[in-house]
């Protein structure tokens, strides 16, 4: 039988984070290491990042902008401390990856994901790295007859071959993107080897709501509105700027910040619904003269309808679900409906409340809520449990919104642990 071949560090996955930490490993003298991906090329999931543009970072960086739970986020804020957005910046800059942002979105200047991905595959490969692909890792098993405490501590075993490591770092991505191969088997690796893993759920994903009268004739329509996530009737989140209605329910950035929320909620068996303000930033003293300019001109409807009264209000399209919660349609006589009904219906644009049934799942989401606890890694993101083990990206419990946030933290957490695995090699080696 063919002997394993052994390799120094053995990275589990040829994402944003894994690739990272493969470039920072073999830059600093990690000896050997090994990228091995499931899928047909690395950097897969880059491709499709910021509709193909790839906002890889944010000019904001407040911590408020990820999710974690708040007694692990000093792990979260020394790891992107360590590694601060302008220094990740530069270090795009110096390898060509020159940069630009819109209002504080930073992409690359050519708007091609393909750049970012290309420079990060090439970056490791020429610092030593060997990415293979096709490579699905099915165990890592620890080994206990290392001699003299010098030899591989693990043995990973893909769908073809037995690899010997004297260190692994997991970075197999969560449950979001399974069509990029993401497929969540990086929580059954960290779990096999002692590690807690929060149920991972979807993240920065559609919502699917409840129908309503009247919303398949909404589908595809825009708006600005103010959105406010209603858990169990108490406000959980609220979110500003334009939501798209689809025949399922609700998407748009703001819907997309609250859903992870929404996700945790659902799971926990609590009633979610969603409180939208269709007239947001429209002030209150404005909008309650021309609700009272409404109310008068009913008083005067002549031959007018319906869609004739909220004309101008709101999208055309949108007329059918506000008066369908009434059981009237646009083309209705504005003369017929009773005025304490028609208050109703103004006061409703304020809060248009859709009840949330689930999301549109892990093939529609950006990130994944949950994984393994920051609590159980160190700053560094040496697994706390097993010597030798490093987890970073998508497999820990942080999720940021929408705009660069889950990169950011991809390549810091990549970087933190490739240099820590690094150096942890070099020592071993004796070379300090």
């Not at 708040?70 to 990856?97: C, H, K, Q, Y």
């Not at 020429?126 to 001699?147: C, K, M, N, P, Y």
């Not at 910040?257 to 429209?282: C, M, N, Y």
């Not at 109310?295 to 004739?308: E, I, Q």
Request: charged share 20%; proline share 4%; with cysteine.
């Amino acid at each position: 039988m063919t002997m394993p071949q052994t390799v120094d560090l053995a990275v589990i996955g040829a994402g944003a984070s894994g690739c990272m930490a493969a470039a920072a490993a073999a830059e600093s003298g990690a000896g050997r290491v090994l990228v091995l991906e499931g899928g047909d090329k690395p950097a897969a999931k880059i491709y499709a990042t910021g509709n193909g543009r790839c906002n890889l970072t944010n000019l904001d960086q407040s911590l408020s902008h990820y999710r974690c739970r708040p007694e692990e986020a000093g792990i979260l804020e020394r790891v992107l401390s360590a590694w601060t957005n302008d220094d990740m910046m530069a270090w795009f800059m110096d390898r060509g990856v020159l940069l630009h942002d819109r209002d504080g979105y930073v992409y690359p200047r050519t708007d091609q994901a393909a750049t970012v991905a290309a420079m990060l595959v090439r970056t490791a490969e020429e610092a030593g790295a060997e990415i293979r692909t096709r490579s699905e890792v099915r165990a890592v098993q620890r080994l206990t007859d290392r001699s003299a405490g010098t030899g591989p501590r693990f043995l990973v075993r893909t769908d073809r071959e037995e690899i010997q490591a004297h260190s692994v770092l997991l970075a197999c991505g969560g449950i979001a993107g399974p069509q990029y191969g993401c497929d969540g088997s990086g929580y059954a690796l960290a779990a096999s080897l002692g590690h807690t893993v929060r149920e991972p759920l979807p993240a920065l994903v559609p919502l699917c709501c409840q129908p309503v009268q009247g919303m398949k004739q909404a589908a595809g329509t825009r708006c600005m509105a103010g959105i406010r996530l209603l858990c169990d009737g108490q406000t959980a989140g609220e979110e500003k700027g334009e939501i798209l209605f689809t025949d399922y329910g609700l998407s748009g950035i703001p819907v997309l910040q609250l859903s992870g929320l929404a996700a945790r909620a659902l799971k926990a068996g609590r009633r979610v619904s969603l409180e939208i303000d269709l007239l947001a930033g429209i002030p209150e003293p404005v909008w309650a003269r021309e609700r009272e300019r409404r109310l008068d001109m009913a008083g005067h409807a002549g031959r007018r309808t319906l869609g004739d009264w909220l004309l101008g209000l709101i999208p055309d399209r949108l007329q059918a679900p506000v008066l369908g919660r009434y059981g009237l349609v646009r083309e209705g006589r504005l003369y017929k409906v009773d005025p304490s009904r028609l208050a109703r219906i103004l006061d409703s644009l304020r809060a248009f409340t859709m009840e949330v049934t689930g999301t549109q799942g892990p093939a529609r989401a950006q990130t994944t809520a949950g994984g393994v606890p920051l609590a159980e890694v160190s700053g560094e993101l040496a697994s706390l449990y097993v010597p030798g083990l490093f987890l970073t990206g998508e497999l820990l419990d942080v999720d940021g919104i929408c705009g660069g946030y889950n990169l950011r933290w991809a390549f810091a957490g990549g970087r933190a642990a490739g240099l820590a695995a690094a150096r942890e090699s070099r020592q071993e080696r004796g070379q300090g």
